[in-house]
């Protein structure tokens, strides 16, 4: 079956490292979205990417990166700068036909704590 | 930017009909989307309706669109405790990424 695979399921951070989040799909899409949940808020944008190589900030991308080497894979890194890491973070991706009207399809999140 | 509002809580009782509603600022998007989230999970599309639509059916789920008054909702008939989760209502404004609201916690007593 196609999804979208993200792991670990659990993560944890000591101060001052940096740790990276898995996200790879096998349902041919193009663009792929990171996404920040807090409880009792919306979801944040992080980062997305419409293509291969290339990837827009979006509204929360300070203290995070990522990388687009692969269509299937988009990973992002939670950075020692990201002051306050600990939230529930979802991928998702969508076809590549007006890709911003179509249904979002997510992983089932990596939730990361602070030790 | 456009802004999506949902109230933060509903519970209702099993068997009863939930309303959960969800107001928007931008009336450019052409989909307008219902995502269901189960407790420790990701989101799953649950429904959506076009927006040259007032209303669409789908077995216990009915959703209303008001372009007018920017409002839109979401119907669930004979609620189940299965149906207990958050529910999250995406708008995308025009040609860019869908804004979702905060969430609304159905919460189903039996």
């Known amino acids: 079956d196609g999804g979208i695979t993200q792991s670990p399921k659990y993560l944890f951070r000591k101060e001052g490292q940096n740790v990276t989040l898995s996200c790879e799909q096998n349902?041919?899409?193009?663009?792929m979205y990171w996404y920040r949940q807090d409880p009792g808020q919306g979801l944040r944008l992080i980062y997305y990417s419409q293509i291969v190589n290339d990837f827009q900030k979006g509204d929360i991308a300070e203290g995070y990166s990522v990388s687009r080497e692969k269509k299937e894979s988009f990973p992002l890194t939670v950075t020692s700068a990201q002051k306050n890491p600990t939230a529930f973070y979802l991928c998702?991706?969508?076809?590549?036909?007006?890709?911003?009207?179509?249904?979002?399809?997510f992983g089932d999140g990596t939730r990361l704590s602070i030790l | 930017g456009e802004d999506v509002e949902q109230s933060l809580f509903l519970s209702v009782r099993e068997g009863d009909s939930s309303v959960i509603n969800c107001t928007y600022t931008d009336s450019s998007s052409t989909y307008l989307y219902w995502y269901k989230q189960e407790p420790g999970a990701g989101l799953q599309l649950l429904t959506y309706i076009f927006s040259n639509m007032d209303m669409k059916q789908d077995q216990r789920l009915t959703v209303l669109l008001n372009k007018k008054d920017k409002h839109l909702s979401l119907r669930i008939a004979d609620t189940q405790t299965g149906d207990s989760a958050i529910y999250f209502c995406?708008?995308?404004?025009?040609?860019?990424?869908?804004?979702f609201g905060r969430g609304t916690s159905l919460i189903v007593h039996p």
């Open positions: 998702a991706s969508t076809r590549d036909t007006s890709p911003f009207q179509a249904p979002q399809h």
């Open positions: 349902l041919n899409h193009d663009a």
């Open positions: 995406a708008v995308p404004p025009g040609s860019y990424i869908p804004t």
